[in-house]
């Protein structure tokens, strides 16, 4: 699965389980590689068998929650990400999740919350710094904005990804509405 083989590692993991069917590690892992090759359906099926066997399972919850927000299920993934918080409140990336969530559900002020506390446990969580920079942008706060993409932007400096690109645009963006805003006043 590491090297990117996702159905291959689908039936090693069901040979796997043929061994071992209580397995909530391998439910997991099955329900990640299938979610690579879009059998969304069968993920979230593999990850409820994961919860089933070991309802303490943090990623099994986390990647559950995922998937149902792949599916834009995102009351049902918040859910998933909140039994995650429950059992680690310390995961920084579920913290994420969460916030993404929220995001999505167009809640900006409560995604802020979570990408806060993501990044007050890990400060270098890049994706968490253009989440909370996104959701700020949406509540007119493009100071604040402006900083989270710049901190996003330092931590990702080496992958020109299409998310580093449009934060450049989401700063330019920013910083003309603040410009804006100071000759109106």
Known sequence: MNDGFY???V???DRALLLDPDN???WDNRGVALSKIGLLDEAQESFEFALDVDPSNVRAWSNLGVCLASRRQFEEALNSFEQAINLNPENDEVWNNKGSALFSLKRYQEAVDAYETALR???HNADAWAGKGSALGFLE????AIFCMEQFMQLAAES???QVEESWAMILEWKM???RE????
């Open 11 to 13: 039936l090693s993991y």
């Open 177 to 179: 509405k603040l410009k």
């Open 7 to 9: 159905s291959d590692a």
């Open 121 to 123: 446990i890990n400060s």
């Open 160 to 162: 020109l990804t299409p």
């Open 141 to 144: 706060k493009y100071e604040d």
């Open 24 to 26: 909530s590690y391998f």
């Open 182 to 185: 100071k000759d109106e006043d």
